[in-house]
């Protein structure tokens, strides 16, 4: 499986939420609503959830082994450091 296609939809004025990203595979499959959060400990990707009944939330899609979370999250992280390079070079920030 190779990751073909990223792009990172960034978001102003947000502390935690930084950006939306989709993320294509083989070119033939995608997923979309990844989100790039600030934590703790630095940026992470959050895959794409929805809200339970009790109030919880779900992955409605997730890698199953840390190898695959890994380069996912290398790949959009990657793709939004690019973008927000791309958006200073822009605005002359």
């Known amino acids: 499986m190779e990751i073909t296609e990223?792009?990172?939809f960034p978001v102003e004025n947000n502390e935690r939420l930084k950006a939306y990203a989709t993320i294509i595979f083989d070119n033939c499959f995608i997923i979309?609503?990844?989100?790039?959060?600030?934590?703790?400990?630095?940026?992470?990707v959050a895959m794409p959830s929805k809200r339970m009944k009790d109030g919880t939330y779900r992955d409605t899609a997730h890698p199953l082994?840390?190898?695959?979370?890994?380069?996912?999250?290398?790949?959009?992280?990657?793709?939004y450091e690019r973008e927000l390079k791309k958006l200073s070079e822009q605005t002359g920030v």
């Open 6 to 8: 990223v792009r990172v």
């Open 32 to 44: 979309r609503d990844l989100k790039v959060i600030q934590g703790n400990s630095g940026l992470f």
């Open 65 to 79: 082994n840390n190898e695959t979370r890994a380069m996912i999250e290398e790949a959009v992280l990657g793709e």
